[in-house]
Structures are given as structure tokens and as C-alpha cells.
């Protein structure tokens, strides 16, 4: 069973009296506890997908079944539902709200809007939350600006955990970490894909961070695909001269200690 | 080698919400005229403010203490006409309003005294040079009509366009994508060496810092941890924290996390 099926997604731009179009008929497909990466330059039309599998905004052409149901269909109570189990985690995600805002604050909109959590069992959901992304409970009544990079994005994995999704976009979510916390990220990420069956949309413009992380990949150019396959043979291979380049961009970091180490 | 600029014991200490915060801790090094030296390291390391002491343009409330002594033949140098600067993001170091053609000019014109008709000729010509498709209307445009990857360009050559002897590159490509950035550091390193400047590249990238780099200072928390030769940093870090970035690195050869075994701290 496929979580997520997109097919012929299309949506186009108007700039001056010119229209072009940033996705141009994409189709895939991502199953259960799989994690689909797309990747491509500035503009190849990675982050409107993004957007458009959130429904923030809306396709002019084609159709995303999720969790089989059609999800473009879906309106009111029913789509608000369906929201549930599809979250996202951007590059920086707390930035909308309040910096004076406390974690606990954060982690508490889902459970509540969701009617997942009675106000009474929330601190303890939130504490879970918390020890569930490798944060100290302790966290919670910490105000969002007080906290690191990395505790941010570990608290922002842990709102788009507390509904119990079974996708998660990721829109560069690990771009702006510096290195070390990086890693901590993708393991915590791999972890809740092994024991909670999370499928992941990962969308980043950095091969390694795929390569690591990703099971398929999907090579985008000027809003269309070309070239989708297993992740570690199409970056070891490419074929499309959009791969090629992209895998030639990236810098090689070649150390002849390396077995010793 | 000759050094152009030697830095002796820096020191620099911001103030936030009243508190003191130090931003570098006592900073020692040698900068040689003509190499590249890429300073690297993670959030907090101080690399930026480096950058910003050695080109004079800590705010005026800041603490600084220790030296950087200018071994040029001028005793203090001048922003723009000795030193150029690449920021991290061109749509904020270009003005939005003025053609993208007066801004490269206006440098050439302040430092070296040129003419504003000779100037713009000097814009042309390093439009050219920075790889910009079209210059006569280029020279003509907003920063607006540009991509990221253009306006990256337009910054170098603004940068260079007094002919400075050290640039200075901060972050300038880590706001790009992985073909821009690529090429942004394909065009520094050859304008580095066609003009012989020396080059001081701020980065968070190991990896991108060894394609370009001499020399790779690491900086942590304010400190200098290691310096040495690429070739030496990479296959022989003489510093555990060296090493950590290293082995952090995902590269294109690494075991994917996806199929290591267990359950990683």
C-alpha cells in the first residue's frame, strides 16, 4: 500500500504576461516507512511540490491520493483530519511563532487542536514528546528563543510527531544545522521511521545528506523529473545531465587516512 | 612567504542584553600573502567575527582587544581599496536601487580615483570578467532582475573592482544550491589567482573549504584549535574537534546512515 500517490501535479506561475510552469506533471509514489528525497537546483520546483502535497496551496492539474483517499477532494472536518497524519518540518520552523513562546506552548496547539490530549494528560504527552526527540522534559517551560538549533528542529520533530503522522514533508530541515548537531538529527529522524513506520518527503539540495538518509530519490529540473531510482545508485551513477552536475558540484572531501581511522 | 597580516592575541567581546558574550578568546595567526587560508567552523566559533576584525567593521560598542598588524605597504589598509568583502547574502551587501552597473563603478570611482565614464568602462570590464552574461545591459540592471548565482557575481566584482590584495569571502556561497556554489567558488579561485590576492574564505564546510584552500584554520568557540596545511588537516588532524567535523562530514563515499548497524548514541 502506497501512502502517498502523486500523479500528473502541475502548477503554473504567471511573471509579467509570461506563464511557466514550476511543476511541471510530476508523478510519484512513496510507501510505508520509506523515505522518497527530491532533489534539483534553486527553482526545479522541489519546495512547490513541498507545498502542494501540504495543500497550502493548490495544483491546477493532477491528483494526490493519501493514505488512499483523494486528498485534493477533501474539505472542512475531513481534510482537517486527514491533516493530521501529514506533517512538515521546514528549515527553521519555529519561526512563526512567538519567540517568548514556551516549548511547552509549541507541543501543545496539536494535541489540543487535534483533540489528541485532554488538558489534564498534556504535560505528561508533552514530556513524552520531549524524551521521544532526545530533549529533558525540563525543556518545556523554556521560551523557543532561549534554545539551540538543534533543540529547535528536535522540538519541531516532536509537534509533527504528536499527532501520530504517517508522512512527514522535510524542507531542507537539516540545511541550517551545523554538522555535528546534523547527524544527531538524521539518526533521531531514521530512529522514528524504524519504530513508528513514518514515511518521509525529504527535500534538500545536499547529495550527501540524501545519499545518507534517503531510500529513493527523485532528480527535478525545471519542474519535472528526470531521473527517479534507489538513492545510493543514481548518485553513484547519474544518467540526466542535471544529476551529473549536481553529483560534479558536490564537494569531494577524499582522505587517504581514512581506513585507519 | 611573505606575511601580509599577522594576527597577535585577539580578543573580541560582544554586548547582549547587557551581558558580555566573547566571541573570540585570544585568536593568534599569520596570514601569507597570496594563499588561500579558509577559516571553518560550526555556529558560535567566532569564524565571522574574524572576518569582520580583520576588515574593520566591528560595530563601534564592541570590545577588541590584541593586534592585527597590516605588513602592507599601507599601515591601514582600507575597506574596498585593500580589502574587498563577499557577504553571505548579495541581495542584502547590493543596494536594490541602484543599477547594478553604478554600484561596481562607484567602488572603482571612490579608491581609485577614476573618472565616473572611465569607472562604468571598469564595471564593464569586470562584468565580463565575473562571467555575467550580456555586460552593456547587465551594467544597466537592478539587483532585482538578477538571480542568487548573478548576484553573488556582482558582489565579487563589486569586491574587487579597487583591486584590493586580501578578499574576503563570508559564507558567500552557502546561500546558494550545489551547481551555483560550485561555480561562485570556481570564479573566486580564479580571479584569486589571475590578480594574485590573497584570499581569507570563511566556511562551515570542511569539505568545500579543502577543494578551495591552502591553508584551513578551525576555529571552536571563540578559539583556534588547529592550523595547517590542507593536505595535513584532512589526513592528519592533529585536533579530536578536527576530526569530529571530518567524521561528520557526509560525503558521496560514506556508509549511508540508513544501513549502518545499531542503534548509534
Known sequence: ??????????????????????????????????????????????????????????????????????????????????????????????????????????????????????????????????????????????????????????????RAIATKPSLIVLDEAVAALDVSVRGQILELLLDLQ?????????????????????????????????????????????????????VAATPKLVRSSQETL | MTVLLSIRELAVAYRRDGVEVAALKGVSLEVHAGERLAVIGESGSGKSTLALAVAGLLAGSTKVGGTIEWLLPASHPHLGRDIGFVFQDPSSSLDPVMPVGKQIAEVARTHLNLSWRDSYAKAKTLLERVRLPNPDATVRAYPHRLSGGQKQRVAIAAAIAAGPKLLIADEATSALDTIVQAEIVALIRRLVAEDGMTLLFISHDIALAATLADRIAVLRRGELVELGETRQIIDAPGHAYTRALLDAHLGLDATPLLERQGTPA
Open chain 1, 1 to 158: 500500500m502506497t501512502v502517498l500517490a502523486v500523479s500528473n501535479l502541475a502548477k503554473h506561475y504567471r511573471r509579467g504576461d509570461k506563464t511557466f510552469a514550476a511543476v511541471d506533471g510530476v508523478s510519484f509514489e512513496i510507501g510505508p516507512a520509506e523515505t522518497l528525497a527530491l532533489a534539483g537546483p534553486s527553482g526545479s520546483g522541489k519546495s512547490t511540490i513541498a507545498r502542494l502535497v501540504l495543500r497550502l496551496i493548490e495544483p491546477d492539474a493532477g491528483r494526490i491520493d493519501f493514505e488512499g483517499h483523494d486528498f485534493l477532494a477533501l474539505s472542512g472536518a475531513a481534510l482537517r483530519a486527514r491533516r493530521a497524519k501529514l506533517q512538515m518540518v521546514f528549515q527553521d520552523p519555529l519561526a512563526a511563532f512567538n519567540p517568548r513562546a514556551s516549548v511547552a506552548r509549541v507541543l501543545d496547539d496539536p494535541l489540543r487542536i487535534h483533540n489528541i490530549a485532554s488538558r489534564a494528560e498534556r504535560p505528561d504527552r508533552i514530556a513524552a514528546l520531549l524524551e521521544r526527540v532526545g530533549l529533558d522534559a525540563n525543556l518545556a517551560a523554556s521560551p523557543i528563543h532561549e534554545i539551540s538549533g538543534g533543540q529547535r528542529q528536535r522540538v519541531a520533530i516532536a
Open chain 1, 194 to 246: 524504524r519504530e513508528e513506520r513514518i514515511s518521509y518527503l525529504f527535500i534538500s539540495h545536499d547529495l550527501g545528506v540524501i545519499r545518507a538518509i534517503a531510500h529513493r530519490i527523485a532528480i527535478l529540473d525545471a519542474g519535472r523529473i528526470v531521473e527517479t531510482g534507489d538513492a545510493r545508485a543514481i548518485i553513484a551513477d547519474p544518467q540526466s545531465a542535471i544529476g551529473k552536475a549536481l
